[in-house]
């Protein structure tokens, strides 16, 4: 299987992808930004892509909804990534001696509170792999990436400290996506976008539409609608498959009342791996 992901080898996304579709034989192919993932698994280019769509420390990430609505792509699977960020520098280097940390945003923003402690310059990069093979083909002892274990193995780096994130609870939700709209056998996870009509009372209509029919919202996301300032668009997660009578007829009382509905896919609710 060709599998499409985020950044450098050895990131967090490569490693999710590995998780999920163990024991299976994978080709990952790495892209450097989200939109480049999603344009190789609409073009065919790839079989599928695994992307993170949610931290419990930063909460969902914008791009990865916008692209799941705005490309001809579908949720197939998910998993949940315990994440463990460490501060990697070259042999050789000391933790005092480290005066700034390059990292994707994501991982910088869940290391906040390390990084103020230890007054260190940060800088923003493209992943958190890419990061620690910037650092080891740098040269620089006072430098230092934030990434995790497959990184410093891959870059051969060495840890300075372990476990650097603000909460021990660091979980990402990751999404496995594809061109084609599959839904498992087992799928008990459903994921629908709309907007809404601007007029009072709207989102509360919306949401009527799963408490009558007694369905379990999981979750719900609220994105701004670019070129529309003030109006936004709504990801809901709710329990059920697509095609079971009661989340049918929710999806199409939903059509009735939003100007824009999307089924984003229905898929097994992930497991956690650590």
């Not at 993170?52 to 909460?59: A, F, I, Q, R, W």
């Not at 650092?135 to 780096?157: K, R």
């Not at 997660?237 to 984003?264: M, N, S, W, Y």
Request: glycine share 8%.
């Amino acid at each position: 299987m060709k599998i499409a992901f985020q950044g450098e080898k050895g990131a967090y996304s490569e490693l999710a992808a590995r998780r999920y579709f163990s024991p299976k034989k994978l080709d990952l192919i790495p892209y450097k930004t989200f939109a480049d993932v999603f344009h190789a698994i609409a073009r065919r280019k790839v079989d599928c892509g695994v992307v993170p769509v949610e931290n419990t420390l930063n909460g969902g990430i914008r791009e990865v909804f916008n692209l799941l609505d705005e490309e001809a792509v579908y949720v197939t699977g998910e998993i949940k990534l315990r994440i463990s960020h460490m501060l990697l520098g070259l042999p050789g280097a000391r933790l005092a001696g480290i005066r700034k940390v390059y990292s994707h945003p994501q991982a910088l923003l869940q290391c906040r509170k390390f990084i103020r402690s230890a007054r260190l310059v940060q800088a923003e990069y493209y992943d958190t792999a890419g990061a620690a093979k910037f650092v080891a083909e740098s040269g620089d002892p006072t430098i230092a990436a934030i990434a995790g274990q497959s990184a410093a193995d891959d870059y051969g780096l060495v840890i300075l400290k372990k476990n650097i994130e603000s909460d021990g609870k660091n979980f990402t939700r990751f999404l496995v996506v594809s061109r084609d709209s599959v839904v498992p056998g087992d799928a008990d996870k459903t994921t629908v976008v709309f907007s809404l009509r601007n007029q009072p009372g709207a989102l509360h209509k919306i949401l009527s539409v799963f408490a009558i029919r007694d369905i379990d919202l999981l979750s719900i996301d609220s994105i701004p609608i670019v070129g529309k300032p003030w109006e936004y668009k709504f990801f809901v997660d709710f329990r059920g498959r697509v095609f079971e009578e009661t989340q049918a007829r929710a999806i199409e009382h939903l059509r009735e009342l939003c100007p824009h509905v999307k089924v984003v896919g229905s898929y097994r609710e992930g497991r956690t791996a650590f």
